[in-house]
Structures are given as structure tokens and as C-alpha cells.
């Protein structure tokens, strides 16, 4: 995002310092929300790995996370644009009002399913959205291409959330690196769940008991794949991409980094 | 609303804790300013609600919109569920609603009060268009409001349990893991309307000072919790020098760099800063040691009374002692297995330790008074000072 902002700009392929360093503290600051949510899911493995709660403990997993939380501010600080650092602020409030919404859940079908998109932008999009938000205005003054950046960012993370949904329904738990019908067993309800829900009333019920009662996963498991939640979500994941198309060709109309920005989004 | 009619929405008897263990020896230590208010509880009340009266109004911090919050009520209903569990999050909450009967909110109170007697800076006019309040600048106070989510973010972090190290006395498992969630999340909310505080501010210094004071803070936490009672070994091998850096991180670096910052905000000159600084480091040390010496100092004290063997007075007492004989002593004050801390808190009486930590209380004491000479006479340092003199009572 940075060089294609860059090119647009001034034709520079170049990317600044202080670009990287967004990536750095992007990173940091996703790693930081891992490490917590590991405890919080109490979790035992993460990308193929023990996690750090198990290995050392949770209090030392909790004082990592704030270290490493406090080491990407300080970074954050040091580019010296207060801009960007309100940017990247924004995204330790949604990574924080995310985990809350994933507390709280709601007894109406389409209001879950607006709450289950909320709560997907706030944990996943809004980092992503914001980096390149935040990259955009290091590279190029122009707040139309801020918003392209932005929107661009949403979408993916969109995305990205979606197709990891789906993916813990029809992969299997060597390919994803943890385990899967991990949602379900934390007792969350994503997209798949709530399609299938339409067509499968009885899995209300289970969703407003966050699946606590013996068997309930693996019940909603055959639900979903029986109905067609799966393809639901797809179809949902197809239309943001297309999106996500078309606004990064209208900012990079000028510039040859549009190659960069249009990759493949669904394995298949 | 304040902080304080917030905090009531939590349920006034949040139950008793069971049995005192590491963590809640270290929280209760931190969040009791209380502490030296043993001897003479009413000249500190005096102290502190003559210093509110000067910055204007009762510290209560909490930014409107962090109160308001969803998120607020909800962190409140969940803690709620943990009343009749042993987690610490429970503890952490009561000490905060106890105490906010007295003084919650001191190091925002003595933020406060040094960037009123430091005033504005009279070379530089780029400040005249900030609003000023009872003499203090709004980004000031907002500066006074971010160091104390700061503070209680980590306290309250400060109590998640290990869960492998439970015990069944600790009660269910599922409990403690419930508690740990809770305390994640709401010291990770603090953190994040923390740094969206620090992000209004618009000055990147400054948001690196707190930054870097979070970095320590947390460090110092690290270290507190290494020192804990482990297995085999019941202390340390750390001399003093070691527990002033460690004290350093985990007490003074927040107040030190948060002093400094509110000189920044009003663009006074890096002597100033740095006078700030050192108030703010030397007041905090000071103040960790006059709460460390309290169960040595106290006439009257329960024989059940425990303290920290990582503390001052003790760290001192086995400097003195060398490591062996310590070792020693502390195997004789054991029966069954377990501490007779009546019996080890005669023994450092006897020694040099306690004495010695009265010294060291005092000489923080007067760095701190040092560095107010700088600043002119005022309301404000007075009252400073006064925090200075009742942190180094000990009569």
C-alpha cells in the first residue's frame, strides 16, 4: 500500500522509513492481541506453536503483550505525526471493543448477524484498514487516496475474517495450523453459524446457550454442513472482493503498483 | 460522574478473599497509599484534601467518555460473577472502591499540583490559546487522568493467576479462568482509552515518555512477580542497589516520566523537565519504602501479619547479614514448613535493616524536596512538600 501511494504521489517506488515502520508496529500490535487472546481463549496452540500462556504462564503472557504493546507506541511515537499515531490509537480501542462485543450477544437473528459484522471489523478489519490508512498519509497528501487506502484495508480484513470462518468448518486441523470448530467450541457464532441458522431454527437456541450443552458443537457442525452456510459466506466474501477490486483500481489508475494490490484472495 | 460514583455500581461488600498470597501482598501494597496514614491518618487526609482543594477539584479522573462506556457497565456486571471466588480481580476491585472514600488517585493528584506550581512557561507564547483552569492546563489534566488508567491497567493486570499453579484450595478452575479473562480485558480497555488520551494530545514526545513509562512499568511488574515466593527459594539474592532499579520501574517511572511530560505539554525547558522528573522519581521511592516499612514500624500488628521479603527494610537487612546467615534465620523462623512472619519481623527489628530503611526513605525524601526549590514558591508546592514531609513521618 505505502509504494503504491508513493508512486501515485510523486512517482517514487521508494518506501519511507516511517512507512516500514508502520508495518513494524501493525505487526507489533496484532502479535500483542494474539498473546492475550490466548489466554483469554485459554489457548494451546497458535500457527503450529505452544502458546506463550503455556509455556510460561499467563501472567508473563499478559506483561508480554502490554511490553510488546508498549514498544509499538513508543515506535508509534517516534515517526513524529500526531496523525498517524491517532490512526493506529483507534486500533487498540476496536482491538479492545472487539474481545467486549464477543462477550455480549444478541437475541435478535438480523441484528446478530450486523454484531457478527461489527465484531469482525473491530478484531480483524480495523488494523488492517487503518495500516493502510495510516501508510497512505505518510505517502501522499490527498485525503481521497487516504480513504481508498482505508476502505481497500476494510475489505481484506473482511475478507480474511470470513474465509477463516469458513475455513474452520471445512478444513481440517494439520492444514490450519490450530485446532478447528474452534469458534464453536469458544461458544461464538460467525458467519457460516449464522446462515445455516436460517435454515436450521433449532440452532437458535443452541447459539443463545453459546453452545455450552454437551454435543452442541458438533451438532451445529453437521447443521452447517448440511445447509448452505458455507456458500452463504462465500457468496457474502465474493462481493467484497469484487469491491475491493474496484477501488483499488480507481486509486492506482495512475501507477504501476496496481499488480501489487490485486492478489488472490480465495485459495480455490 | 465521578470515578467514585462509578465504582459504587460494583456491590459494596465484594466478600472476603481467602488467604493472603504474593499477588495480593504486592496489589495491597500498591494501591494503599493509605499505607503510612496508619500513625497519623488525619494530617495525610489533611495533606491531600488541602492539595485537591488547590488543583481545583476531588481527583476524579476517569475521562467522560471511558466512564459512559458500554464497556464500563459491563466490565462492572462481569466482576460482579466473581464475588465468592478467590480471584485477585476481586481484591483489586474492592481496594479501589474502599479507597475511594480517602485518596484514590494520587500520582494524577500530584501531576496536578506540579504543573500548577511550575505554572505557564512566561518565554514561550505558543501555549496562550490553551485553556487554563485553577491554573492548570487542560491537556495537563487530561495528562493527569492518562498516568492514572496507566496505573490501575497494570494493577489490575497484576492479578491474573497462573493456572498451573493453582491449588484446590483456590476453588474452581473455571473460576480463575473466568477472573483472568475479566482482568485482561478490562486492564486492556484502560490501556487503549490510555493511549487514545495520549493520541489527543497531539505531542509526540509526550506520548513516548508515557510510552517508555508503560515499558518500565511493566518490567518492574515482571520483576515483582519473579521474586515471589517460588518453590525453594522464599528471597531473593538481590542487594539494595538491584531493588532500587527494580523499585525504580515498577514504582517510580510513571510518576518520574509523567511529572516530566506535564512540564513538556507546557513547553517548559529540559532543566525544568528534568526537575519534575526527579520530584516525581524521589517521592515515588520514597513513598514504596515508607509502605515498606509499616508492618516494622506499626506498634500494634496482628501476628498474622504478613509482609514482602523482597521489601526494603528486608532487602537492607539481609544486605547487612550477608546471605547465609539470612538463609539461616529464616529456616528458624520456619515451623512445619511454614513462615512465622511474627517471629522473622523480630528478628529484623533486631537488626539494622529497619533503620536503615527509614535512612534511605529520607534521603528520597529530600532529593524530592531538592528539586521543588526550583520551582517558585506557590500554594501548589507547598502542598508538594507537604505530601514530602508526611510520606517521610514515621513519629
Excluded at chain 1, 464477543?102 to 435478535?108: D, F, R, Y
Excluded at chain 2, 459491563?74 to 480481580?89: E, S
Excluded at chain 2, 494493577?155 to 499453579?165: A, P, Q, T, Y
Aim: glycine share 6%; proline share 3%; net charge neutral.
Amino acid at each position: 500500500m505505502a509504494r503504491a501511494c508513493n508512486i501515485h504521489h510523486n512517482n517514487s517506488r521508494y518506501v519511507q522509513a516511517s512507512q516500514r515502520a508502520i508495518a513494524l508496529i501493525a505487526e507489533m500490535i496484532h502479535t500483542a492481541s494474539l498473546v492475550h487472546d490466548d489466554v483469554i481463549d485459554d489457548a494451546s496452540s497458535r500457527r503450529g506453536k505452544h502458546t506463550v500462556n503455556k509455556i510460561w504462564g499467563e501472567k508473563k503472557a499478559v506483561l508480554a503483550g502490554d511490553l510488546i504493546l508498549s514498544a509499538a507506541s513508543i515506535a508509534l511515537a517516534r515517526i513524529g505525526n500526531t496523525t498517524v499515531i491517532s490512526i493506529l490509537t483507534q486500533v487498540i480501542e476496536d482491538l479492545v471493543r472487539g474481545e467486549f462485543l464477543q462477550l455480549g450477544s444478541k437475541e435478535n437473528e438480523t441484528e446478530r448477524f450486523a454484531h457478527y459484522l461489527e465484531k469482525t471489523f473491530k478484531k480483524t478489519a480495523s488494523l488492517i484498514a487503518n495500516s493502510c490508512k495510516a501508510a497512505s498519509v505518510l505517502g501522499c497528501p490527498d485525503p481521497a487516496v487516504h480513504e481508498i487506502a482505508y476502505q481497500y484495508g476494510k475489505n481484506v480484513g473482511i475478507a480474511f475474517q470470513l474465509i477463516d470462518d469458513i475455513l474452520d468448518f471445512t478444513s481440517c486441523s494439520d492444514q490450519m495450523g490450530k485446532p478447528t470448530s474452534a469458534d464453536l467450541k469458544l461458544g461464538l457464532a460467525t458467519g457460516p453459524v449464522l446462515f445455516a441458522c436460517q435454515q436450521f431454527p433449532e440452532m437458535n437456541a443452541m447459539i443463545m446457550r453459546w453452545f455450552s450443552s454437551p454435543g452442541d458443537a458438533d451438532r451445529a457442525r453437521q447443521y452447517v454442513l448440511q445447509s448452505d452456510g458455507v456458500q452463504q459466506t462465500t457468496f457474502h466474501l465474493l462481493f467484497i472482493q469484487q469491491d475491493d477490486y474496484i477501488s483499488s483500481r480507481v486509486s492506482n489508475k495512475k501507477s504501476g503498483g496496481k499488480e501489487l494490490l490485486v492478489f488472490p484472495l480465495f485459495p480455490s | 460522574m465521578s470515578l467514585r460514583q462509578l465504582l459504587s455500581r460494583l456491590p459494596r461488600c465484594l466478600g472476603a478473599s481467602g488467604p493472603l498470597r504474593g499477588p495480593l501482598d504486592t496489589i495491597s501494597s500498591v494501591i494503599s497509599w493509605r499505607g503510612q496514614s496508619s500513625r497519623s491518618p488525619a494530617q495525610w487526609n489533611q495533606v491531600v484534601s488541602e492539595a485537591e482543594k488547590i488543583v481545583g477539584y476531588p481527583t476524579s479522573f476517569m475521562s467522560l467518555r471511558c466512564l459512559l462506556s458500554d464497556e464500563l457497565s459491563n466490565i462492572a456486571m462481569q466482576v460482579r460473577k466473581l464475588v465468592g471466588t478467590q480471584h485477585p480481580l476481586l481484591t483489586t476491585a474492592r481496594g479501589l472502591v474502599h479507597d475511594s472514600q480517602n485518596n484514590l488517585q494520587l500520582r494524577g493528584l500530584v501531576v496536578l499540583l506540579i504543573s500548577k506550581a511550575a505554572g505557564p512557561n512566561s518565554m514561550n507564547a505558543s501555549c496562550q490559546n490553551y485553556d487554563m483552569v485553577s491554573g492548570i492546563y487542560s491537556c495537563q489534566r487530561s495528562l493527569a487522568e492518562i498516568t492514572e488508567l496507566i496505573h490501575t491497567a497494570l494493577l489490575v493486570h497484576r492479578g491474573i493467576v497462573n493456572l498451573n499453579e493453582l491449588q484446590s484450595s483456590d476453588g474452581p478452575l473455571k473460576d480463575m479462568q473466568f477472573g483472568n479473562k475479566i482482568a485482561i480485558l478490562s486492564g486492556d480497555f484502560l490501556l487503549a482509552n490510555a493511549c487514545n488520551g495520549l493520541a489527543l494530545l497531539q505531542n509526540t514526545k509526550v506520548v513516548e515518555l508515557l510510552a517508555s513509562a508503560l515499558m518500565d512499568l511493566v518490567q518492574g511488574v515482571y520483576y515483582e512477580n519473579s521474586t515471589l515466593a517460588k518453590e525453594n527459594r522464599i528471597t531473593d539474592d538481590i542487594g539494595i542497589s538491584t531493588w532500587k532499579e527494580q523499585t525504580f520501574l515498577s514504582h517510580g517511572a510513571l510518576l518520574a516520566k509523567s511529572c516530566q511530560a506535564a512540564m513538556e505539554l507546557a513547553k517548559h525547558d529540559a532543566e525544568v523537565q528534568d526537575m519534575a522528573f526527579q520530584y516525581g522519581k524521589h517521592m515515588a521511592m520514597s513513598h514504596k519504602i515508607n509502605s515498606d516499612l509499616q508492618p516494622f514500624i506499626k506498634e500494634k500488628t496482628s501476628d498474622s501479619l504478613t509482609f514482602n521479603l523482597n521489601s526494603a527494610p528486608v532487602v537492607l537487612h539481609q544486605e547487612f547479614l550477608g546471605r547465609d546467615l539470612w538463609i539461616k534465620q529464616i529456616r528458624e523462623a520456619q515451623e512445619k514448613g511454614r513462615l512465622d512472619y511474627a517471629k522473622l519481623r523480630e528478628t529484623i527489628k533486631a537488626g539494622k535493616g529497619v533503620t536503615s530503611a527509614i535512612d534511605l526513605c529520607c534521603y528520597h525524601g529530600n532529593k524530592a524536596l531538592e528539586a521543588l526549590e526550583s520551582f517558585p514558591p506557590s500554594e501548589a508546592r507547598t502542598a508538594l512538600e507537604n505530601i514530602v514531609f508526611a510520606v517521610m513521618r514515621f513519629s
